[in-house]
């Protein structure tokens, strides 16, 4: 739908100008795209888990409207963090039953997902030891963190991680490999399950 792409674009920069009136135009373009990314977010989670797709694409939807002045470079970049918003959201909704729970260790499970090909790795792990296994190699290195972010929380192709982090396919997908391999260690060093 290029005639959306434009809206959206020409709505995101009218937001980041201070037109209060784009949000509420702004939203249903996008709505379909944030509750497609809250659902294959609640996959990987636990059987039982009570949030719903559409619960959670609602509070991402409240934590990005609510930011200041926003800075996003295009639905691509807008999606991202509104991605990035919903796992902060299961994060903060894991730490909050674990801090429920008398002696911990009750860690909310998920299974990764390989984006490339849709497939469950082995491992089972919780949320979060999958956050702090991230904030280490976002530490370590933060332009790996980034993909692993775009690639497996916003659900981005390769194609569109190196346009939106201005490198060619094949050096994103070089690094991608690296981004699983690095945060597979990271997990099995002391973050898994």
Not at 66 to 89: C, D, F, Y
Request: net charge neutral; aromatic share 2%; with cysteine.
């Amino acid at each position: 739908m290029p005639s959306h792409a434009n809206d959206i674009q020409t709505l995101v920069n009218d937001l980041a100008n201070g037109d209060s009136n784009a949000t509420s135009k702004l939203l249903p373009l996008i709505y379909d795209d944030l509750r497609a990314i809250a659902t294959r977010l609640l996959q990987s989670e636990r059987a039982s888990h009570t949030l719903q797709p559409t619960a959670l694409c609602n509070e991402a939807c409240i934590r990005l409207m609510g930011t200041a002045v926003p800075s996003w470079n295009g639905k691509e970049h807008l999606l991202a963090v509104a991605a990035i918003a919903m796992r902060q959201i299961l994060v903060n909704q894991a730490r909050a039953r674990n801090a429920l729970k008398r002696g911990g260790g009750g860690g909310q499970r998920v299974t990764l997902v390989d984006v490339a090909d849709g497939k469950p790795e082995s491992a089972i792990i919780d949320v979060l030891s999958l956050e702090c296994a991230l904030q280490e190699l976002e530490s370590d290195d933060p332009t790996l963190a980034r993909i692993v972010e775009l690639r497996y929380f916003a659900g981005m192709s390769i194609k569109q991680v190196a346009i939106a982090m201005g490198q060619s396919d094949r050096t994103i997908n070089r690094l991608w490999r690296t981004a699983q391999a690095e945060l597979a260690v990271k997990l099995r060093a002391g973050h898994g399950s």
